[in-house]
């Protein structure tokens, strides 16, 4: 019940994240999702034997699934090096990690929001050329701007 | 033999044509006409000339499907095969005085490869062979298109999109005939008894074969692309019209008419699109005036009656369509070669344009005259004799006699029209007063140099030889129509003898000539109103280019409609698919839950409440977090939670692994937010709420999910087996441990094979796109401590070198004990990176941060490690990956730690790669060190105008010179100095100066 539960929160938090702009967002989500997968493959163990798989004939009645632990502990070491690759994805080019910038994401910036299939046509098939080449700071929005204050104001002094 | 022989050396020779022409100019051509009339001549002397003889080969190809090599000669190839060779002979030579002096490899090249294609048509006996050099032809024709420039581009594509479609109806065709006779033989195909037992099937693949013949031959509604391909050159088409693409259409159906002669759809389709075709085309030509245009359109005519007279499948019939096929081989590539001269000594094609040719010009309009005459039915030429026969097949329409007479009546039609248009050509051309002055802007005529007339002369004069001397060329057609007619395969009856004389006496096809050539002669006359009532007029309101680019056009933008569906940068977008999908998955999942066994006693436990809580408590910040920084430590301290978790439910060995990752993850974390805003973005009311609305429902399904899916079954065998049996199978007592590196240590080491992909993908990455610069605030107070790392980490990194020594040794230890207790190979490697990320963190400065271990090679020697422990066990177990034991003194060792090792340095090696990666570190051999003025350099690079312009005006060193060098450098050694120039150097923003004067007292401390 608890373990489910936990599973249900990292889960939502998970895919919150993962419904944002900004790349490191997306990543903090897939950590968290992978806490859940994690999870999952202990509640499927079994969690009313708790019992440490350690040591000469471990009872088996009270000693829990060694196998789902093996799971997890190489699919933890893996997250970790995806998460590694997926961060430095985050910070590697030229713009920050907010996908929906102007020379990426929604095709010329607009935002429509994260519903499927909603996407602005207009030239599709070919402003995605045009909108690489276009100034950087064209069509800048809000967030864009509220991006450029952070790197103004920073710590007080 | 004979026919690979003869269809190497014409591949040989298109392989070859490139080359000469590059020799020897457009004069290869010659050579390349030689070459075609001489394998033409070997073809015809090695032909088999009697009835139903034929020339066999055959080499395996793809034996398991039953491809083979097979060529087959029969009366049929024979004839089509002459036509290619001979006719594509006079072409080459004709090409050698048409071309300008420009390069002209690729269409020499093309040309003969376009030969040798349609001769492996011809001859293939093979079902795929025949697609596969069906296909060929059309790519051919589409290169020899796109080859006259820019404006033959759109035609090019609109014919490859008709006739590439055309050539899936065929694949569709053979596919069905393969499975449905279960053989890829041609010729066995085609007599196998299953077409006659199923109407349906045979229907059915008449209809794929008639589709794809009738894009190739441009029949209705297909037809529009041979007239757009005109703006291929005049040799092309020639080529293309006579002898080439359009009869490879002709030829199929030929062949496969004896099979298919008595299926309604394939006469019925045949004979109504051929006239349609024949009577639209012929109308279309009167509207032309130029005289290329109005040839191409005479094709499309004269292909109708061809597919016509070939749909009416008797042998007559289909004697009469070979002998029209020799026949318009003849006057067409003559026709197309004579206007070709035309317009290059006039200047013009234009009929309104051309003037005095006749005087000028006298044996080009002879010669046009003729061919022209031949192909308005014109007795005594070749012509008259196979217009007439198709006359009298197309009244032997299979059907009601009315049928047959409304057939030929259209024919006739169709016929007068010819005779319109031929005259038309002829007329224009060379007709109108002689002695008038050429239009504006065009020279004066001359006839063209006999060496550039002749290729189109023969097969004029070819057309009166073969016309009046018909038994000549009537063994050829005989063989042809037998094999077409199937008189060896299906007993009908021989065709015996084409009489290919010009007179047979009072008979109706004599009365239809006689009519279509006296009403022709009427609208010759009258040639002038009939052009003011046609000539430019539109007659339909859709023209076939127009649709096929509609198509065109429209498809490609259906497809970027398509795409924008899923082209987008934004990863939200393709990460909610399948949430959504999985959502309604679990939906369907629920209602279908049934009779689940009763879940286990005691699987909650007090503790579990206060984690679930600290879970929620975490999630719930991180989602609201606004600050990049602090989600990042939430997000930590949620692993925390979860490592507790799996303290609780007995994974130690997990729930280290677990904590080590956490605090290596913020290590990485922070390096990569330092080049990043501090704040996200804030998110629009209405994605916030959606995402909500997505992510409480994924939540809500994955809880239903464990609660239905877990829990509910004792200790599983496997499980059961592992706790019984880890310690005899392995000597070790920690289970998990054991499973990881002897049991199951294959899916270990494809984990680890992930992880060192992940290592080297990080760097791959980073050497095609750099880092973002530093974003690190810069308003901190002058002088403050916290500034300068030197000083700033002077406790910590008093403590790491204390700390140091003993987190590596017992990252060792870990390692060595991990069999038995909690520890082992990814553990142990943890403790070493965590080590190493806190040596990183308190250096002075990144570029000199002590993690300059080799990084790849740690990735590398781990994977080799594991791989050699492997192939030990291979040897010495007789399994991969197996362990054994190795007695050391009275203790022993097991490889599997050997294993262990190699997972130890792989991991290792991937956090490494990270710090060095991310954190500027200054790799032995790859930086120039502390060079200062470059460093400075770098930084100025990076920066954007702005800040740049606060800092450079002071900066030392900053020379023109060696901004150059600076810029020269990799993006790996940029990183690492932009970023130990910018943030450890300390606050550009206060004093200009101060940042050097740290890095001098910095590089003085060191």
Redesign the interface.
């Known amino acids: ?26 990543v ?1 989500g897939f ?2 999702v992978a ?2 997968a ?3 493959l ?17 009872d ?1 009645a009270t ?5 789902p ?2 799971f ?3 699919a ?10 997926l ?14 910038g102007p020379t ?4 010329g910036g607009t ?1 429509v ?5 909603e ?1 602005s ?1 207009v030239g ?3 402003s ?1 050329g045009a909108a690489d080449a276009e100034d950087p700071h064209e069509g800048e929005d809000p ?2 701007e ?2 450029h204050r ?2 103004v104001t ?4 | 033999m004979i026919l690979l022989v003869l269809v190497v050396l014409t591949a040989a020779l298109a392989a070859a044509a490139p080359a000469l022409a590059r020799a020897m100019g457009r004069d290869a051509g010659l050579v390349l006409a030689g070459g075609l009339l001489a394998l033409g001549l070997t073809l015809g002397i090695s032909a088999p000339w009697t009835l139903g003889e034929t020339v066999d080969f055959s080499v395996p190809w793809l034996p398991v499907l039953d491809v083979a090599l097979r060529l087959r000669l029969d009366g049929l190839s024979l004839a089509f095969g002459l036509l290619v060779l001979l006719v594509g002979a006079l072409v080459m030579a004709y090409s050698a005085r048409y071309l300008g002096s420009g390069p002209c490899s690729a269409f020499y090249g093309l040309m003969v490869f376009f030969a040798a294609a349609m001769l492996v048509l011809v001859l293939a006996d093979d079902l795929v062979l025949l697609f596969v050099a069906w296909e060929a032809t059309t790519l051919c024709s589409f290169f020899l298109i796109t080859l006259s420039g820019p404006a033959g581009q759109q035609p090019a594509v609109r014919t490859l999109l008709l006739t590439a479609g055309g050539g899936l109806a065929l694949l569709a065709a053979v596919a069905t005939t393969v499975v449905a006779t279960g053989t890829t033989q041609l010729s066995q195909a085609l007599a196998s008894p299953v077409w006659s037992e199923d109407p349906l099937l045979a229907s059915t693949v008449a209809l794929l074969v008639m589709v794809a013949a009738f894009t190739k031959s441009a029949q209705f509604p297909f037809h529009s692309w041979l007239p757009d391909a005109m703006a291929a050159s005049t040799p092309v088409s020639a080529y293309l019209h006579a002898a080439a693409m359009v009869k490879a259409g002709i030829y199929l159906l030929l062949r496969f008419s004896s099979t298919f002669a008595d299926v309604p759809v394939w006469y019925v389709g045949l004979v109504g699109v051929g006239l349609l075709t024949a009577l639209m085309g012929a109308l279309y030509a009167m509207q032309r005036t130029d005289l290329k245009a109005l040839l191409a359109y005479s094709t499309v005519s004269q292909l109708g009656f061809l597919v016509a007279t070939t749909g009416i499948g008797t042998s007559y019939a289909v004697t009469a369509a070979v002998a029209h096929t020799v026949a318009h081989a003849l006057f067409k590539s003559a026709l197309f070669m004579l206007v070709g001269v035309v317009d290059h000594q006039a200047g013009t094609r234009e009929i309104p344009r051309l003037r005095g040719l006749r005087r000028a010009m006298p044996v080009t309009g002879v010669a046009m005259a003729v061919a022209a005459l031949s192909m308005a039915g014109v007795p005594p030429l070749l012509g008259f004799i196979s217009k007439e026969k198709m006359f009298a097949a197309l009244l032997e329409f299979p059907g009601p006699t009315w049928a047959g007479v409304l057939a030929g009546g259209v024919g006739v039609a169709a016929a007068v029209l010819t005779f319109a248009y031929s005259g038309r050509l002829v007329l224009g051309a060379f007709g109108g007063p002689a002695e008038e002055e050429p239009a504006e802007g065009l020279r004066r005529p001359r006839e063209a140099a006999p060496s550039f007339l002749v290729p189109a002369l023969v097969p004029a004069a070819a057309g009166v030889v073969l016309g009046l001397w018909g038994s000549a060329v009537a063994p050829l057609v005989t063989t042809g129509a037998d094999a077409a007619a199937g008189a060896t395969t299906t007993g009908r009856g021989s065709v015996t003898d084409a009489d290919l004389s010009l007179w047979h006496g009072l008979n109706p096809e004599l009365l239809m000539s006689a009519t279509a050539i006296a009403l022709g002669t009427v609208l010759v006359l009258a040639r002038h109103r009939v052009d003011r009532a046609l000539v430019g007029r539109r007659l339909f309101p859709l023209t076939g280019v127009g649709v096929v680019e509609g198509f065109r056009t429209g498809s ?2 259906a ?3 398509v ?3 899923t ?7 393709h ?3 399948p ?2 999908v999985l959502l309604v998955l679990a939906g369907v999942g629920l209602t279908q839950l049934d009779g689940l066994p009763t879940p ?6 007090g503790v ?2 206060l ?2 809580a600290l ?2 408590v975490g ?2 910040v ?2 609201r977090a606004t600050s ?1 920084l602090g ?2 430590v939430v ?1 930590g301290l ?2 925390f939670v ?1 490592a507790l ?2 303290v ?7 729930a280290l ?2 904590l080590l ?1 956490e605090v ?2 913020v290590v ?2 922070v390096l ?2 330092r ?10 009311r ?2 916030t709420v ?3 609305a ?3 429902g ?10 239905a ?3 509910r ?4 065998p ?3 087996f ?3 049996r ?2 005899e199978e392995t000597g070790g ?4 441990n054991t ?2 590196v002897d049991f ?1 240590a294959l ?2 080491f494809g ?1 680890l094979t ?2 060192g992909i ?2 080297v ?2 760097v791959a ?2 050497s095609s ?4 610069p530093d ?1 690190a ?5 002058e002088g403050s401590p916290v500034v300068s790392p030197g000083e700033s980490a002077v406790v910590a990194r008093t403590l790491a070198r204390v700390l140091a020594p003993l987190t590596l040794v017992v990252s060792l230890w870990l390692l060595w004990r991990g069999h038995d ?2 520890g082992g190979g ?1 553990i142990g490697a ?1 403790v070493g990176a965590a080590t190493l990320a806190l040596l990183f963190l308190v250096a002075r400065s990144d570029s000199s941060a002590p993690v300059k271990v080799p990084a790849a090679l740690l990735i590398g020697a781990g994977v080799v490690l594991c791989v050699a422990v492997g192939l030990a066990g291979l040897v010495v177990e007789g399994s991969f990956l197996e362990p054994f034991f190795i007695d050391v003194g009275d203790s022993y060792v097991t490889t599997a730690l050997v294993f262990d090792v190699g997972v130890y340095l792989t ?1 290792v090696g ?2 490494v ?2 710090l060095q ?2 954190g500027g570190v200054l790799l032995p051999g790859t930086g120039p060190g502390e060079d200062e003025p470059e460093h400075r350099m770098a930084l100025e690079e990076v920066l954007d105008r702005k800040e740049s312009a606060a800092l450079a005006p002071s900066s030392e060193g900053a020379g023109p010179g060696q901004e150059q060098s600076g810029q020269e450098r990799s993006g790996l050694e940029r990183s690492g100095l932009e970023r130990s120039g910018q943030e450890r150097s300390g606050p550009p923003g206060g004093a200009d100066g101060s940042a050097g004067r740290e890095r001098t007292t910095g590089g003085a401390a060191r």
């Open positions: 019940m608890t373990l489910a539960l936990t599973v249900g929160v990292l889960v939502a938090g998970a895919v919150y994240l993962m419904m944002q702009r900004g790349l490191v967002r997306v903090l950590v968290l806490h859940a994690n999870l999952t202990m509640a499927a163990g079994g969690t009313d034997r708790r019992g440490e798989p350690l040591g000469q004939q471990p088996p000693t829990a699934d060694a196998l632990q093996a997890v502990l190489t933890i070491v893996i997250a970790f090096a995806i998460t590694i690759y961060l430095v994805l985050a910070a590697a080019g030229r713009e920050d990690d907010d996908t929906d990426g994401g929604d095709m935002d929001g994260p519903h499927l299939g996407v046509t599709a098939g070919t995605r967030d864009e509220m991006r952070d790197d920073g710590v007080p002094s | 490609i933008a497809g970027a409609r795409s924008a569906l082209g987008s940068d934004a990863p939200r977008r990460l909610a698919v949430l959504v286990q006693a005691d699987l909650t436990r579990d409440w984690l679930l879970v929620v999630v719930v991180v989602v990049r989600a990042l997000v949620v692993g979860v978790w799996f609780v439910l007995g994974a130690m060995d997990v692994t677990q990752v290596l993850t990485v974390g990569v937010l080049r990043l805003p501090r704040h996200f973005a804030p998110a629009p209405h994605r959606g995402a909500a997505l992510a409480v994924a939540g809500a399904a994955a809880t239903a999910a464990v609660l899916m877990t829990g079954r004792g200790l599983s496997a499980g059961e592992f706790l019984a880890a310690e007592t920690n289970v998990v499973i990881l199951r899916d270990t984990e992930v992880l992940a290592g993908a990080v990455a980073l796109r750099r880092l973002l974003r605030p810069r308003t901190w107070r207790a909690p990814f943890l991991v991937v956090v790669v990270a990666q991310l």
